[in-house]
């Protein structure tokens, strides 16, 4: 059983800064990738950021958002500058990992946390 405990979402004023946190934990073996996606209300969940061997980043957030993870916690960082209200949306964390050496790779979903940014 695997679950991902996301914090550090609410209220931001535009060029703002929020950091958002996801900690795995359960039965991990290895975690293969780490990310974040957000949805924004009548839109569809897209992609923010994700660590893999490499770190790839939406074009909207370039610059702005930085993915950071701890891999001794089996957590991810997102830090979030420079914020605009284009930014509100629910912020989930997704990860594909695998429980034992010979296992398949499985994808969890987080929750989600809640980012507004407003004046």
């Known amino acids: 059983q695997v679950q991902l405990v996301e914090s550090g979402g609410g209220e931001a004023q535009p060029g703002g800064s929020l950091r958002l946190s996801c900690a795995a934990s359960g039965t991990i073996f290895r975690i293969n990738a780490m990310g974040w996606y957000r949805q924004a209300p009548g839109k569809q969940r897209e992609l923010v950021a994700v660590?893999?061997?490499?770190?790839t980043y939406a074009d909207s957030v370039k610059g702005r958002f930085t993915i950071s993870r701890d891999n001794a916690k089996n957590t991810i960082y997102l830090q979030m500058n420079s914020l605009k209200p284009e930014d509100t949306a629910v912020y989930y964390c997704?990860?594909?990992?695998?429980?034992?050496?010979?296992?398949?790779?499985?994808?969890?979903w987080g929750q989600g946390t809640q980012v507004t940014v407003s004046s």
């Open positions: 997704n990860t594909d990992l695998q429980s034992a050496k010979f296992r398949p790779s499985l994808n969890y």
């Open positions: 660590s893999r061997d490499i770190t």
